[in-house]
């Protein structure tokens, strides 16, 4: 039930609503209910599959809608007690468990901003270092360069 959110609760409870007094959907009722979004549907039944809601009926293949749905008492009790979407309410009103999770959370937290901070401080670190060497080369080759020319100027003139 957690990993529902309000919008997938209301459109279950639409679905379980669907069921008439036969207590029964066909595969062409379901797909009028979610205008022809067969995705929809199917991931929808899967859920009340799941929750033991719901049993089906007739030949399909793994991933199709079946030829019917026939609700279960399980089910009717869910749709009078207010549905999934009672249920999602009730879950928003828990308080949050504010505890040993929290804390390690926040300790876990603090230990990577930390780390972040390290790193970066150790990669400007590191590219001041670079930036050292480079002057270090340029300056190396900008001395070769002129040893080379006074080393040329000096032979020719003498």
């Known amino acids: 039930m957690t990993d529902l959110n309000e919008f997938e609760c209301e459109m279950l409870d639409a679905l379980l609503e669907a069921f008439g007094v036969p207590d029964s959907l066909t595969r062409d009722q379901v797909m009028i209910l979610f205008d022809g979004d067969e995705a ?4 929808m039944i899967q859920i009340l599959l799941r929750e033991g ?3 089906v009926t007739g030949e399909h293949g793994p991933y199709d809608i079946p030829q019917k749905l026939i ?3 399980k089910g009717e009790k869910l749709l009078k007690s ?3 979407v ?3 309410n009730k879950e928003q009103q828990k308080p949050v468990e504010v ?4 804390a390690k959370l926040q300790q876990q937290n603090m230990r990577l901003q930390n780390l972040k901070l390290s790193n970066e401080s150790r990669i400007r670190d590191l590219e001041k270092t670079i930036s050292q060497s480079q002057l270090k080369l340029y300056l190396s080759w900008a001395a070769a360069i002129v040893a080379l020319i006074i080393g ?7």
Do not use: C, M, N, Q
Request: cysteine-free; aromatic content about 18%.
């Open 86 to 88: 009672a249920l999602y």
């Open 99 to 102: 505890g040993g999770t929290l």
């Open 53 to 55: 809601l719901i049993k």
């Open 82 to 84: 207010g549905g999934f």
């Open 71 to 73: 609700l279960k008492p």
């Open 152 to 158: 040329f100027l000096l032979g020719k003139f003498i």
């Open 40 to 43: 929809a549907a199917f991931a």
